[in-house]
């Protein structure tokens, strides 16, 4: 259990109380006791001197029983005990006891320190009385010798009646400064305490979502600057609570209003937020802490969020549910073990990319057909006419051939763009697939009088579909050729880390700059007129962009204008038969 500040703080002050409201006592008691003992020896010192001076003509004279006369007379006045004694230690007189029954006091200290000094005093136990005395004893001479010892004594209980009188006004005057001390100790604890608490307490409402607490000016400077600090603090932290709120709201209404389903689980599964078009695809109803399973009955969904709970990375796939086609995309939230899940509908998107592919496929296959008759038909013509019209014939065969090359490629890209298409991998050595493409190509090369040349420095394997990939090598080695006038064209074969690279230089024309990100779009074509001269259909960068996609690959391009381009193509490698295995 927590101890409250003010027991706290009044414990420590009545450790320090205790303390001194104990020592103080002691010490003074113990440095009093001394002073009045001083004080009453010499008190009774120098009521010796007074008797030393009443007792000593008499001694002198040898007038022992009228020394004895004014002894008893002084020892009734002054109320203190009177004794002569010799040289020798004997008693000569005594206002207590006979003199005769006395033993000798040559032994007791304050008579030897006077025959040696002319006075001496002591405390301590009279074996005479059986009583704590003080003593006091002057020396009485004659022409330089010891003559007697008058000693006055009393008895040491008067000196301790008043010491415990002293000692208990003390007490008194301790206990009521201890009180009086406490009070204030009290008093001062809970003048720091009670502002503590109350900051204690608005701190609590704070915690509790009362951000309206306020506190009050203090009398005290610094718990005045504490309070107008937490003033100012809790008035900003509502003012932020109070946006983030509505803030809150706002995005809350936002994502529960989106056409697109949106979850957020935790690392459980366990559905945080579901909006309003994720709850549809489910069970309906509220699925805030419960888990996806229950709410979830489609395979596919529930496919999906399993993967995105294990997968700690973002990802997207394309599912069917409700009816729709959809992109679900998951990611992880970062520095919370959550995932979100937002899916977006692409039903008229796939529809649409389905009825282009047919639209496609199905004009290429009706195209195909008369464009071959036509053809077969202009070449027959051009063998029965005369030159003048063989040339309207070869421009006739010229466009057919470029419209059969373009329904060739119309129909290679929607068959590799349809949804069912699988490449046939396996593993493959480039080497003799390039040597093969450039081998196709050198008769053209050579008509043109360019260098022609294939340079492996590596030969890697690749994962790959041999067709398809020849498919990458012709066009990309056809568009070199084909726009290179003089000059080289080099294919180059290596391996750059984890990859195979295979690099299509020439000396051409180039490509300007701004064309170059478009180069892989469909029928797109840096010069038209070129294009139509060369029977290009726009296509072929195309189909090798998706190509290289399917197999995880990429191409990029480099160029500058007047000296030439390169167009690099990178493939995975194969895994070794050890790694496969």
Same mark, same amino acid.
């Given at each position: 259990?927590?101890?409250?500040?003010?027991?706290?703080s009044?414990?420590?002050?009545?450790?320090?109380?205790?303390?001194?409201?104990?020592?103080?006592?002691?010490?003074?008691?113990?440095?009093?006791?001394?002073?009045?003992?001083?004080?009453?020896?010499?008190?009774l010192?120098?009521?010796?001197?007074?008797? #030393?001076?009443?007792?000593?003509?008499?001694?002198?004279?040898?007038?022992l029983?009228?020394?004895?006369?004014?002894a008893?007379?002084?020892?009734?006045?002054?109320?203190? #005990?009177?004794?002569?004694?010799?040289?020798?230690g004997?008693?000569?007189?005594?206002?207590?006891?006979?003199?005769?029954?006395?033993?000798? *006091?040559?032994?007791?200290? !304050?008579?030897?320190?006077?025959?040696?000094?002319?006075?001496?005093?002591?405390?301590?136990?009279?074996?005479?009385?059986?009583?704590?005395?003080?003593?006091?004893?002057?020396?009485?001479?004659?022409?330089?010798?010891?003559?007697?010892v008058?000693?006055?004594?009393?008895p040491?209980?008067?000196?301790?009646?008043?010491?415990?009188?002293?000692?208990?006004?003390?007490?008194?005057?301790?206990?009521?400064?201890?009180?009086?001390?406490?009070?204030?100790?009290?008093l001062?604890?809970?003048?720091?305490t009670?502002p503590v608490?109350?900051?204690?307490?608005?701190? !609590?409402?704070?915690?509790?979502?009362?951000?309206?607490?306020?506190?009050?000016?203090?009398?005290?400077?610094?718990?005045?600057?504490?309070?107008?600090?937490?003033?100012?603090?809790?008035?900003?932290?509502?003012?932020l609570?109070?946006?983030?709120?509505?803030?809150?709201?706002?995005? *809350?209404?936002?994502?529960e209003?989106?056409?697109?389903?949106?979850?957020?689980? @935790?690392?459980?599964?366990?559905?945080?937020?579901?909006?309003?078009a994720?709850?549809?695809?489910?069970?309906?109803?509220?699925?805030?802490?419960?888990?996806?399973?229950?709410?979830?009955?489609?395979p596919?969904?529930?496919?999906?969020?399993?993967?995105?709970?294990?997968a700690?990375?973002?990802?997207?796939?394309?599912?069917?549910?409700?009816?729709?086609?959809?992109?679900?995309?998951?990611a992880?939230?970062?520095? *919370?073990?959550?995932?979100?899940?937002?899916?977006?509908?692409?039903?008229?998107?796939?529809n649409?990319?389905?009825?282009?592919?047919?639209?496609?496929?199905?004009?290429?296959?009706e195209?195909?057909?008369?464009?071959?008759?036509?053809?077969?038909?202009?070449?027959?013509?051009?063998?029965?006419?005369?030159?003048?019209?063989?040339?309207?014939?070869?421009?006739?065969?010229?466009?057919?051939?470029?419209?059969?090359?373009?329904?060739?490629?119309?129909?290679?890209?929607?068959?590799?763009?349809?949804?069912?298409?699988?490449?046939?991998?396996?593993?493959?050595?480039l080497?003799?697939?390039?040597?093969?493409?450039v081998?196709?190509?050198?008769?053209?090369?050579?008509?043109?009088?360019?260098?022609?040349?294939?340079?492996?420095?590596?030969?890697?394997?690749?994962?790959?579909?041999?067709?398809r990939?020849?498919?990458?090598?012709?066009?990309?080695?056809?568009?070199?050729?084909?726009?290179t006038?003089?000059?080289?064209? #080099?294919?180059?074969?290596?391996?750059?880390?984890?990859q195979?690279?295979?690099?299509?230089?020439?000396?051409?024309?180039?490509?300007?700059?701004?064309a170059?990100?478009?180069?892989?779009?469909?029928?797109?074509?840096? @010069?038209?007129?070129?294009?139509?001269?060369?029977?290009?259909?726009?296509?072929?960068?195309?189909?090798?962009?998706?190509i290289?996609?399917?197999?995880?690959?990429?191409?990029?391009?480099?160029s500058?204008?007047?000296?030439?381009?390169?167009?690099?193509?990178?493939?995975?490698?194969?895994?070794?038969p050890?790694?496969?295995?």
């Open positions: 259990m927590k101890t409250p500040l003010l027991v706290a009044l414990r420590g002050y009545a450790i320090v109380i205790s303390v001194l409201g104990i020592l103080t006592p002691l010490l003074v008691f113990g440095g009093l006791r001394p002073v009045l003992v001083d004080t009453a020896l010499d008190d010192t120098s009521t010796a001197l007074m008797l #030393r001076g009443a007792l000593a003509p008499r001694m002198l004279e040898g007038d029983a009228g020394a004895d006369s004014i008893q007379e002084l020892c009734a006045e002054t109320g203190v #005990r009177i004794t002569v004694i010799d040289p020798d004997r008693v000569m007189i005594d206002t207590d006891a006979a003199p005769s029954s006395m033993e000798s *006091h040559r032994t007791r200290p !304050e008579v030897i320190s006077a025959f040696q000094t002319g006075r001496g005093t002591a405390v301590r136990k009279s074996s005479t009385l059986n009583l704590d005395m003080l003593y006091s004893a002057i020396l009485i001479e004659q022409a330089g010798e010891p003559i007697a008058v000693r006055a004594s009393r040491f209980r008067l000196l301790s009646v008043v010491l415990s009188g002293i000692g208990a006004r003390i007490l008194v005057l301790a206990a009521a400064a201890v009180s009086i001390s406490a009070l204030i100790a009290w001062f604890s809970r003048s720091v009670l608490g109350k900051l204690a307490e608005a701190f !609590e409402r704070i915690e509790a979502g009362d951000y309206s607490i306020r506190m009050e000016p203090s009398r005290i400077r610094e718990f005045d600057s504490l309070n107008a600090g937490f003033n100012e603090a809790a008035q900003k932290t509502e003012s609570v109070s946006d983030l709120s509505e803030r809150t709201s706002q995005f *809350h209404a936002m994502l209003s989106a056409y697109g389903p949106i979850a957020v689980l @935790d690392s459980a599964g366990r559905l945080i937020f579901a909006n309003r994720f709850r549809l695809l489910g069970s309906g109803g509220a699925m805030e802490g419960l888990d996806y399973r229950e709410v979830v009955s489609n596919e969904l529930l496919s999906v969020l399993g993967r995105a709970l294990t700690g990375e973002p990802g997207q796939d394309k599912i069917s549910a409700g009816g729709r086609i959809w992109t679900a995309a998951h992880p939230v970062p520095g *919370h073990s959550q995932v979100v899940l937002s899916m977006a509908d692409i039903t008229e998107i796939e649409l990319a389905a009825t282009k592919r047919d639209f496609a496929v199905n004009v290429a296959h195209l195909r057909t008369p464009l071959t008759a036509i053809k077969g038909f202009a070449e027959t013509l051009a063998e029965k006419t005369d030159t003048e019209g063989r040339r309207y014939i070869e421009t006739i065969l010229r466009n057919t051939d470029r419209l059969i090359a373009l329904v060739r490629d119309v129909q290679t890209l929607a068959q590799i763009e349809s949804p069912g298409f699988q490449l046939d991998l396996q593993p493959v050595d080497f003799p697939v390039l040597t093969l493409t081998e196709l190509f050198e008769p053209a090369a050579g008509r043109k009088g360019l260098d022609l040349s294939l340079v492996a420095r590596e030969v890697p394997l690749v994962n790959g579909d041999v067709f990939l020849q498919q990458v090598f012709i066009n990309l080695l056809d568009n070199a050729v084909k726009y006038e003089t000059g080289s064209v #080099r294919v180059t074969l290596a391996r750059e880390e984890e195979a690279l295979v690099e299509f230089s020439d000396t051409g024309p180039g490509i300007p700059s701004e170059i990100p478009r180069l892989c779009e469909r029928f797109f074509v840096v @010069d038209q007129s070129r294009s139509r001269q060369m029977g290009g259909t726009g296509l072929g960068l195309a189909i090798v962009k998706h290289l996609m399917l197999h995880g690959g990429s191409l990029s391009i480099k500058e204008p007047g000296r030439g381009s390169v167009f690099s193509v990178r493939l995975p490698l194969a895994e070794p050890a790694r496969a295995s």
